[in-house]
């Protein structure tokens, strides 16, 4: 299930958003310039190295951030990012959203390294959109999400479903322990993402309900 939108269409201008989508796209870019096996020994987040040296390898907790194994590992992030993240950020206002993303980015980190194998290197900028996507769970559950049901269906879906129903499935492969994801990291995002944005008393309400603007991809 790709989701394609969410029911509100206006959402502002959504700096933070952008800027942190052109720098997931230019920490790839860097990474191509030293090539993909050589950036992840440099950049990644390797919580066995963190324990030892803090000071010294400290850095990469916001390096692995910015950073993805491959095109559709930071496309995939990055979608999800542009379909989720203008709804928040217009409603905690930017400022807040960015220290959302930073603060769910180091609890993933830090989730992650709680329960797996800490001498596997982690990359990528999931952690953090789990906690935008936290943060629209908790106050966007009534919206809906243009959802692309593969391979020929759209529907709209209760963003609380569709979200609800992400996590769940983080869960579940979380504790069947499927290599390859770091899902506890996609999980500590998500709760971080709920609880800051509980603790940021957002602004104002939005329409929730689809209409015929809806249909069109614009920001």
């Known amino acids: 299930m790709l989701p394609l939108r969410d029911s509100i269409y206006f959402h502002g201008p959504a700096l933070v958003t952008k800027l942190l989508i052109a720098l997931c796209i230019l920490g790839f870019a860097v990474q191509l310039s030293m090539g993909l096996d ?8 390797v919580p066995a190295l963190l324990m030892t040296d803090p000071l010294g390898e400290g850095y990469r907790l916001f390096t692995s951030m910015f950073t993805h194994g491959s095109l559709g590992h930071l496309l ?3 979608w999800f990012m542009w379909v989720f993240g203008p709804t928040l950020e217009g409603r905690l206002g930017s400022g807040r959203y ?3 993303y930073l603060l769910a980015g180091l609890a993933a980190a830090l989730a992650q390294t709680l329960f797996s194998d800490p001498h596997t290197p982690m990359v990528g900028a999931s952690g953090a959109i789990s906690g935008v996507c936290g943060g629209y ?3 966007f559950s009534r919206a809906y999400v243009l959802t692309w049901l593969f391979p020929f269906f759209l529907l709209w879906l209760p963003a609380g479903t569709y979200l609800g129903y992400w996590a769940f499935i983080q869960l579940i492969n979380g504790l ?8 506890w990291a996609h999980l500590g995002g998500f ?3 709920m609880a800051l944005a509980w603790m940021f008393h957002p602004r104002r309400p939005y329409l929730t309900s689809p209409t015929w603007e809806s249909w069109f991809f614009y920001r």
């Open 176 to 183: 069947l322990g499927l290599p390859g994801v770091a899902w």
């Open 191 to 193: 709760a971080a993402g």
């Open 76 to 78: 995939g992030n990055v």
């Open 38 to 45: 050589a950036s992840l020994e440099r950049l990644a987040l």
């Open 137 to 139: 769970f908790l106050l």
């Open 98 to 100: 960015l220290l959302l």
